[in-house]
């Protein structure tokens, strides 16, 4: 079993940077593929950005070029550099770890709200 907790959230201007944070215990994340998503009001959870076990990464087309996603298999954390954030990011965050297709975990979610 794997848990996982949020941190870093909050509400910013936009144009402003934020960066989430997810502690992992239970088990070790060093194999595991770690993945950001998020869910707004009214919107399906969608996938932010992921990262291999071998430090390759993904991103959705919205967030290329303003998030970044890290692990430190060493803390057992992954984490989340959000620059420029727009209204539209506005949404719940949720951290992901993937062993394979059985074994999943999520994290509870961090809020972060991005409005003048």
């Known amino acids: 079993q794997v848990q996982l907790v949020e941190s870093g959230g909050g509400l910013v201007q936009p144009g402003g940077s934020l960066r989430l944070s997810c502690a992992a215990s239970?088990?070790?994340?060093?194999?595991?593929?770690m993945g950001w998503y998020r869910q707004a009001p009214g919107k399906q959870r969608e996938l932010v950005a992921t990262?291999?076990?071998?430090?390759?990464?993904d991103y959705v087309d919205s967030v290329k070029g303003r998030f970044t996603i890290s692990r430190d298999n060493t803390r057992n954390t992954v984490a989340l550099q959000m620059n420029s954030l727009k209204p539209e990011d506005t949404a719940v965050y949720y951290c992901?770890?993937?062993?394979?297709?059985?074994?999943?975990?999520w994290g509870q979610g961090t809020q972060v709200t991005v409005s003048s």
């Open positions: 992901r770890a993937s062993y394979s297709t059985i074994y999943n975990y």
């Open positions: 239970g088990r070790i994340i060093g194999s595991a593929i």
């Open positions: 990262i291999t076990s071998g430090g390759s990464t």
